[in-house]
């Protein structure tokens, strides 16, 4: 026989629907054999045998004898209740490895499900298997994984974007160099040495330690630098020992900074004087409008990755330089989306 001639007809392999079970029961009351209900059907009869056997039950008769009958309001409940518990099969499947791997980078590493998936692309890594972050986030609320769940979880977005108030004058601050002054190129991030700076202050009555945070916009460059506490000349000394520190490299590294109104900034004449030639500005202050973070948007999610290591409400004071080192090393080594999933260190090198 060839593969033409043969006597196989291609089955839709479509359900039994409902109809269709009322349809059986009435026809084996009739007494009408398998083989032609699954004629008068068109279904194979194999199909039609399996389900009278999930719908049949045990009933008494008029006799007051138990006997096994077909029921096709018990075959449709069946039915039902299989097709709810039915679903995609994990993706993630036998995959131990890949698991393994994420589990280790959002738990130990503090990664985030959208940095894990975007550096396993954008480094390539080699898995048997690929997932999307929605579908690693559906497989964290479905507590798939065997030691990570949604508390190991940084933050969960809610999808809602943060509305936007007006910009305002700072009253307190008339003689800074206002952020609408600030050159175009700063803006589209498109030249390194463009920098935001803020405070990321320890709880209440934990010291008065600080970390003046530094943001470069273009490569999210990350400076974390420990300072006695959150006045003018702790900020300034704090900068003055960075200038020394780097010598001819500062003043190309850091062509403007854009910071906030806190009175710890105000002093814009002195951050901006160059401890070598006082009469030389090391780099251009810029001041951003009240109530508006999101013009040093940057230096704000910055704030929020340091917040992973340091809680609200956390001792400043005890952190030593090794661990802020850490943190900084960690920061300026995170894949980021924005980036295409590389780091900081890739674009400065």
């Not at 199909?47 to 009278?52: A, G, N, Q, W």
């Not at 460059?221 to 506490?229: A, E, M, P």
């Amino acid at each position: 026989m060839s593969q033409e001639d043969h006597t196989t007809k291609s089955l839709s392999f479509k359900h039994i629907t409902e109809r269709e079970r009322y349809t059986i029961e009435l026809l084996l009351k009739k007494k009408v054999s398998v083989i032609e209900i699954s004629v008068l059907l068109g279904k194979h009869r194999r199909t039609v045998e399996r389900e009278i056997i999930r719908g049949t039950v045990r009933m008494l008769n008029t006799h007051y004898e138990y006997v096994n009958v077909y029921c096709a309001d018990a075959g449709q409940r069946v039915y039902l209740s299989n097709s709810s518990n039915k679903g995609p099969s994990l993706k993630i499947g036998h995959d131990h490895k890949l698991a393994e791997h994420i589990e280790k980078k959002i738990i130990k590493d503090s990664y985030s499900p959208d940095a894990v998936i975007g550096e396993i692309r954008a480094k390539e890594l080699n898995f048997d298997t690929s997932i999307c972050t929605k579908t690693l986030y559906n497989y964290i609320d479905k507590n798939v994984f065997a030691n990570l769940t949604n508390k190991d979880l940084p933050v969960k977005r809610n999808g809602k974007k943060r509305g936007y108030s007006p910009t305002r004058v700072a009253y307190n601050n008339l003689k800074g160099t206002s952020i609408e002054l600030r050159p175009p190129e700063v803006e589209t991030r498109e030249e390194y040495g463009h920098w935001e700076m803020d405070l990321v202050l320890g709880g209440v009555g934990k010291g008065k330690n600080a970390l003046l945070v530094l943001t470069e916009r273009k490569s999210r460059q990350q400076i974390i630098l420990k300072i006695h506490d959150k006045s003018q000349r702790s900020v300034q000394q704090a900068i003055d020992k960075l200038d020394r520190k780097m010598g001819p490299r500062f003043k190309k590294t850091f062509k403007t900074i854009t910071v906030d109104n806190g009175s710890e900034f105000l002093d814009s004449e002195r951050l901006e004087c160059s401890i070598k030639n006082p009469t030389q500005k090391r780099f251009k202050l810029y001041y951003a409008h009240p109530y508006c973070a999101w013009e040093r948007g940057s230096n704000e999610n910055a704030n929020k990755l340091i917040r992973r290591f340091i809680p609200k409400g956390a001792s400043i004071t005890k952190l030593k330089t090794k661990d802020i080192q850490r943190i900084e090393n960690w920061m300026n080594n995170y894949p980021r989306k924005i980036l295409g999933y590389r780091c900081a260190n890739d674009l400065v090198a």
